[in-house]
């Protein structure tokens, strides 16, 4: 079955060229030319990514990305920023609110498709248990649903696959190279500040001290 893209710009060419290039590829698109209309296609089509312009009309991106998140019934979409906003704090932003990536434009249509293409890569990894339980945390792994001391906390796609790779080995340092591999894969272009966003929401959720940062290397979980 063909995976299922919303694409959300309010400039109609943009809406056609991507839409273009990624039919060309087998995907199912879908297109949006506000916020709110995003949210609302959202959870009408429930597509597997959506590709999210910044500055719209009605809603701009980031409000709706956030709307997005606040929903349970659409917590495994990727939100990628695709958007002409270069400022550092926009980038900050979009990962703040949920986004698992931030696409500059403007981007030639493969290395669009190549960046679609990665984001939409599901692990295959073999999962010995659904349930993983870590002091007072529960996490299970096929419904996404994380728990501290049976209080469920919503958490990104991004930051539930960060939380469960450094809580599956606590104790084990994990590289930011390794990270980089387990959670975004080597072919999608991620910076270190990236990993630093999701620990800090993370850590807001869960607190501080699960979390540790070893200095140069990267990070690990304590119990």
Not at 66 to 87: C, S
Not at 133 to 148: A, H, M, P, Q, Y
Request: net charge positive; with cysteine.
């Amino acid at each position: 079955m063909a995976k299922k893209i919303l694409i959300v710009d309010d400039e109609p060419d943009i809406l056609e060229l991507v839409k273009y290039n990624l039919e060309k590829e087998g995907y199912k698109c879908y297109t949006a030319n506000n916020g709110q209309d995003a949210v609302i296609k959202a959870k009408d089509k429930q597509p597997d990514l959506i590709l999210l312009d910044i500055m719209m009309p009605v809603m701009d991106g980031i409000e709706a990305c956030r709307q997005i998140r606040k929903d349970p019934h659409l917590k495994d979409i990727y939100i990628a920023f695709l958007t002409a906003r270069g400022e550092e704090y926009s980038e900050l932003a979009g990962f703040d609110v949920g986004a698992d990536d931030y696409i500059k434009k403007p981007i030639k249509p493969r290395v669009l498709t190549s960046r679609v293409k990665a984001l939409l890569k599901r692990k295959k990894e073999n999962i010995l248990s659904d349930t993983l339980s870590v002091g007072d945390i529960t996490i299970n792994r096929n419904t996404f649903d994380v728990s501290l001391r049976g209080e469920k906390l919503v958490l990104p796609k991004k930051e539930f696959e960060l939380l469960y790779l450094l809580a599956s080995k606590p104790g084990q340092v994990y590289t930011r190279d390794k990270i980089l591999n387990k959670v975004w894969g080597y072919d999608v272009d991620v910076v270190d500040r990236t990993i630093d966003v999701h620990i800090r929401k993370i850590r807001e959720k869960i607190g501080d001290y699960r979390i540790k940062t070893i200095k140069g290397v990267g990070y690990k979980f304590v119990e």
